[in-house]
């Protein structure tokens, strides 16, 4: 068992309540695999006393336009405790910076309305970890208005932007090339996830000794890479040796089966 610093009363979540994740494919993945960022916060929680209960409400091409149209169905006739909203991924080529604002404002009053508590996650980076190409610089308008709105209706607000692209320059940083935080460019894989939910448990209460303990458990929680399935702990091993031989990982990946199979 992990131990637990500052315990259930300092986290937002309380026991028994329940939270609906609403987003796009982002959100949708993030409860397909057990290492999915919604399953690692309800483990989060429940290492910190919570045991909260998911409610799946992710699309994958959604957009705030298309979450207003389906918020009645997928969330509030659930009833949830709480309600997670992240959105702008899919935003970015459909509504202007202003539109994009009005419709987060209108889900978030909506789902206040029906005595569900919001919380606001911004936009997570994208366009393959590109931070200053044109798409990432709307997306980061789409963050102010996030905040703006956070500010105005005194919501919690969950800064995974700036989460995420503190990693990435980190590890820019220490020496890591190519994709680091995102399988495709726009969803996460398994380091982009853990990213994303320590921040979410970080800014719902959960301590820093508690986050530090669960990353290293998440560490050795699947990663996909081409051929085997790794844990997060060796993919970042096995790109450094990659990167090192002159490879791509699939190339090194190609050469360790090789020289071990006779």
């Given at each position: 068992m992990?131990?637990?610093?500052l315990g259930?009363d300092?986290?937002v979540?309380k026991?028994?309540e329940?939270i609906a ?7 949708y993945?993030g409860n397909?695999?057990?290492?999915g ?15 909260a209960?998911?409610i799946?409400?992710?699309?994958g091409g ?6 207003l149209?389906?918020?009645d ?6 009833k ?6 992240n ?8 509504f202007?910076v ?5 419709n987060?404002a ?6 206040t ?5 919001v919380?606001l ?5 994208s366009?393959?970890?590109k931070?200053d190409?044109?798409d990432?610089l ?6 102010e208005?996030?905040?703006?709105l956070a500010k ?5 607000l969950v800064?995974?932007?700036t989460?995420?692209t503190r990693?990435l ?5 220490d ?7 995102l399988?495709?460019?726009v969803h996460l ?17 959960v301590s820093?000794?508690d986050?530090?303990?669960?990353r ?7 990663f996909?890479?081409a051929k085997p399935?790794v844990?997060?702990?060796?993919y970042?091993?096995?790109k450094?040796?990659a990167?090192?031989?002159g490879?791509t990982?699939?190339e ?11």
């Amino acid at each position: 068992m992990l131990a637990t610093c500052l315990g259930a009363d300092a986290v937002v979540i309380k026991d028994g309540e329940s939270i609906a994740f609403l987003g796009d494919s982002i959100t949708y993945l993030g409860n397909d695999k057990p290492n999915g960022y919604i399953h690692l916060v309800i483990e989060g929680l429940k290492t910190a006393g919570v045991n909260a209960t998911p409610i799946p409400a992710g699309v994958g091409g959604d957009n705030t336009g298309t979450m207003l149209g389906r918020l009645d169905k997928d969330v509030i006739a659930k009833k949830p405790t709480w309600m997670t909203l992240n959105s702008g991924v899919n935003d970015t080529s459909v509504f202007t910076v202003e539109e994009f604002g009005a419709n987060l404002a209108k889900i978030v009053d909506q789902a206040t309305a029906a005595g569900i508590k919001v919380i606001l996650m911004n936009t997570t980076i994208s366009a393959a970890e590109k931070l200053d190409c044109s798409d990432s610089l709307k997306r980061l308008q789409f963050c102010e208005e996030f905040k703006e709105l956070a500010k105005k209706r005194n919501l919690i607000l969950v800064n995974l932007n700036t989460a995420m692209t503190r990693e990435l320059i980190k590890r820019r940083q220490d020496g890591v090339n190519g994709p680091i935080l995102l399988s495709d460019g726009v969803h996460l894989n398994g380091l982009g996830n853990q990213i994303v939910a320590a921040e979410i448990l970080r800014t719902l209460g959960v301590s820093e000794p508690d986050l530090a303990a669960l990353r290293k458990r998440w560490d050795n929680y699947p990663f996909a890479v081409a051929k085997p399935i790794v844990s997060v702990g060796d993919y970042i091993k096995l790109k450094a040796l990659a990167e090192k031989n002159g490879m791509t990982i699939d190339e090194q990946v190609s050469e360790i089966l090789t020289a071990n199979v006779k």
